[in-house]
């Protein structure tokens, strides 16, 4: 970007959230739409997508479509699907994420008894692997330690927590954390390039075994910045 350009306003752009019928996409939505942006939720199922927007319609401006009408419509694409179906559903939206801003909030984590624990990812990170997928995209890791319990809470009015954002391209890096801002109490904090997100992803599961010790609904804070 040159001296004498300006990055976009967000007041601007289309905000789409693929995986936006789950908690943490719905959540997203909720908060994106209740800041005034422009919001479209993504879904293998655009009919499940239309009714979820429909529930927020209160919130702000949000519609519902299939994953591939919401990659297509969205300025900022967010990611927000289940770790099995990632790499597949990329793969799919290779040519219609060219050019625009991806960012990746998946965590690959495993279950079992003992609790969430990271799982293994060849790429190094989920969003290393849609950094590997979708080459011609601007990949950005974001929202990966945020709780969807209290995105999704309406009668929670401020989310007071760090969203690490991770990646090799400053203007997006940028304009991600700028979309973090809008939230209240939410901040946006640069958390180093892409490579560096393994151990953001990771981090989830150390908060979920926070949350079940203490019931609570942990975040992050960077202290001295």
């Given amino acids: ?29 909720r908060r994106f739409a209740g800041a005034g942006l422009d919001v479209v939720l993504g879904s ?17 401006k ?3 479509a299939s994953n591939a009408e919401a990659a297509a419509a969205g300025d900022i694409v967010l990611v927000v699907v289940p770790w ?9 939206l ?28 060849e790429e190094g990170s989920a ?20 709780s969807a319990v209290l995105l999704e809470d309406p009668e929670v009015e401020r989310i007071d927590t760090d969203v690490l954002v991770l990646g090799d391209d400053r203007e997006a890096t940028d304009l991600v954390q700028s979309l973090a801002d809008v939230v209240p109490g939410m901040r946006g904090m640069y958390g ?18 926070i949350n079940r010790r203490y019931k609570a609904h942990a975040g992050v804070r960077v202290t001295d910045v």
């Fill in 84 to 92: 099995d179906g990632h790499a597949e559903l990329l793969a799919s």
């Fill in 127 to 146: 969003t290393q692997q849609a950094a590997a997928i979708l080459t011609e995209s601007r990949v950005v890791g974001a929202f990966h330690n945020v």
């Fill in 192 to 209: 180093g390039r892409l490579r560096n997100a393994h151990q953001v992803e990771a981090l989830t599961a150390n908060l979920i075994a």
């Fill in 62 to 64: 949000v519609r519902g």
């Fill in 1 to 29: 970007m040159s001296d004498t350009d300006q990055a976009p306003a967000l007041s601007d752009l289309t905000i789409a959230v693929l995986g936006g019928t789950g908690p943490q996409g719905r959540g997203l939505a």
């Fill in 94 to 121: 290779v040519d219609v994420l060219a050019g625009k801003v991806v960012v990746d909030c998946v965590n690959p984590l495993g279950f079992d008894k003992q609790g969430a624990y990271a799982l293994p990812v």
């Fill in 44 to 60: 293998r199922d655009a009919s499940r997508a239309a009714e979820t927007a429909q529930t927020l319609s209160a919130v702000g």
